[in-house]
């Protein structure tokens, strides 16, 4: 019974570890052709590398794209050989390894879905790019591959929990529903960031920013701010600042979120986004990838910082009338 727990053990981490090194791979083969990978998002299935910027050329990306389903699959091999010699000789090794030569072999075969985001999608991609060089439209072609996968998924996962053909149960169908529910909205949320790189290209900070935000003191009450500043003037971003100290950043949406009646005894330093919780823009630094920034940490103003002083402040709500109206004009 303990050797049964040692090698349930052994087995799960040495499957972790699987997973580990195919997403290092990716971002070793990245790092060497310039496309450095910020965080992996461990998925069930492997991970999704997301990556900073994208890859110069296709080659790069095609290099860093198969390096994780390469890795697996010779993973898989090594663990095929162990099989091959432990086989009839210790019985319980034989059995890991097998089964962990047969997750691997799963784990490369499903990252080579060509579905945008998986692998597969990027080596799809990178081809499409090489062949056709342009770059936008092979992204396009491969995140709606990577949609119509996804749907084929859920669509495949709904005939088994109904049909169950070949004695699968409906519990095999969920699962690939799921699966195919994660694969849809991965490949949406990546056609959406190529949209906003599209609509925003060429944009820099320095373009965007609004320059007209006053500086308040942090001690004055919110009625002082709505009678003394926005009433008068419509101004709608304010940045806080304590004798030319940037404390923080208040917008419209901080005010509204506390009831009128509070106005006359609540500060603008207690309603205010605090210095610590905004993040900083370049003035140079480009549209789409403050708008990605805000995004993914779920804020929604950014102060333009050159040479340690304020110069303007970016907001979400701006950069979004920005992209609707530059998607809508075509530009
Ligand atoms: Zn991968």
Same mark, same amino acid.
């Given at each position: 019974m303990a050797l049964y727990w040692i090698v349930g053990i052994i087995t799960s981490l040495l499957f972790f570890a699987s997973v580990v090194a195919h997403e290092l791979a990716h971002s070793l083969v990245g790092r060497v052709n310039g496309i450095p990978v910020k965080s992996i998002t461990l998925f069930i299935f492997g991970g999704i590398a997301q990556m900073?910027?994208?890859?110069?050329?296709? $080659?790069?990306?095609?290099?860093?794209? /198969? /390096? +994780?389903?390469?890795?697996?699959?010779?993973?898989?091999?090594?663990? +095929?050989?162990?099989?091959?010699?432990?086989?009839?000789?210790?019985?319980?090794? /034989?059995a890991m390894a097998f089964w962990l030569a047969y997750v691997n072999v799963?784990?490369?075969a499903f990252n080579l879905i060509p579905g945008f985001p998986?692998? $597969?999608?990027?080596?799809?991609?990178?081809?499409?790019? =090489?062949?056709?060089?342009?770059? =936008? =439209?092979?992204?396009?072609?491969?995140?709606?591959?990577g949609q119509g996968i996804g749907y084929l998924f859920v669509l495949g996962g709904i005939l088994i929990i109904f049909l169950r053909p070949f004695g699968l149960d409906w519990f095999s169908g969920l699962w690939l529903a799921f699966i195919g529910w994660f694969l849809e909205s991965a490949a949406s949320a990546s056609y959406r960031q190529l949209r906003w790189r599209d609509a925003l290209q060429g944009v820099s900070a320095s373009q965007v920013m609004t320059t007209d935000c006053p500086l308040v003191p942090p001690n004055i009450t919110v009625s002082q701010l709505v009678q003394g500043y926005i009433l008068t003037s419509g101004r709608q971003c304010f940045l806080v600042a304590d004798e030319g100290r940037l404390e923080g950043a208040l917008m419209l949406a901080n005010i509204k979120s506390i009831p009128q009646q509070?106005?006359?005894?609540?500060?603008?330093?207690?309603?205010?986004?605090?210095?610590?919780?905004?993040?900083?823009?370049?003035?140079?630094?480009?549209?789409?990838?403050?708008?990605?920034?805000?995004?993914?940490?779920?804020?929604?103003?950014?102060?333009?910082?050159?040479?340690?002083?304020?110069? $303007?402040?970016?907001?979400?709500?701006?950069?979004?009338?920005?992209?609707?109206?530059?998607?809508?004009? +075509?530009?």
């Amino acid at each position: 019974m303990a050797l049964y727990w040692i090698v349930g053990i052994i087995t799960s981490l040495l499957f972790f570890a699987s997973v580990v090194a195919h997403e290092l791979a990716h971002s070793l083969v990245g790092r060497v052709n310039g496309i450095p990978v910020k965080s992996i998002t461990l998925f069930i299935f492997g991970g999704i590398a997301q990556m900073t910027k994208e890859a110069a050329h296709p $080659g790069a990306e095609f290099k860093m794209a /198969a /390096a +994780g389903p390469a890795c697996s699959l010779v993973i898989a091999g090594l663990f +095929g050989l162990l099989w091959f010699f432990a086989q009839g000789v210790v019985e319980p090794l /034989a059995a890991m390894a097998f089964w962990l030569a047969y997750v691997n072999v799963i784990l490369a075969a499903f990252n080579l879905i060509p579905g945008f985001p998986l692998d $597969g999608g990027r080596v799809f991609r990178s081809l499409l790019w =090489r062949v056709t060089g342009n770059y =936008r =439209r092979s992204t396009q072609v491969a995140t709606r591959v990577g949609q119509g996968i996804g749907y084929l998924f859920v669509l495949g996962g709904i005939l088994i929990i109904f049909l169950r053909p070949f004695g699968l149960d409906w519990f095999s169908g969920l699962w690939l529903a799921f699966i195919g529910w994660f694969l849809e909205s991965a490949a949406s949320a990546s056609y959406r960031q190529l949209r906003w790189r599209d609509a925003l290209q060429g944009v820099s900070a320095s373009q965007v920013m609004t320059t007209d935000c006053p500086l308040v003191p942090p001690n004055i009450t919110v009625s002082q701010l709505v009678q003394g500043y926005i009433l008068t003037s419509g101004r709608q971003c304010f940045l806080v600042a304590d004798e030319g100290r940037l404390e923080g950043a208040l917008m419209l949406a901080n005010i509204k979120s506390i009831p009128q009646q509070d106005w006359g005894v609540t500060q603008v330093r207690e309603i205010m986004t605090p210095i610590d919780k905004l993040k900083m823009a370049h003035p140079d630094q480009d549209a789409p990838s403050i708008l990605e920034e805000m995004n993914e940490n779920e804020i929604n103003q950014m102060p333009v910082v050159s040479e340690g002083r304020v110069v $303007g402040l970016i907001t979400r709500d701006g950069l979004i009338k920005l992209l609707s109206i530059r998607s809508r004009l +075509g530009a």
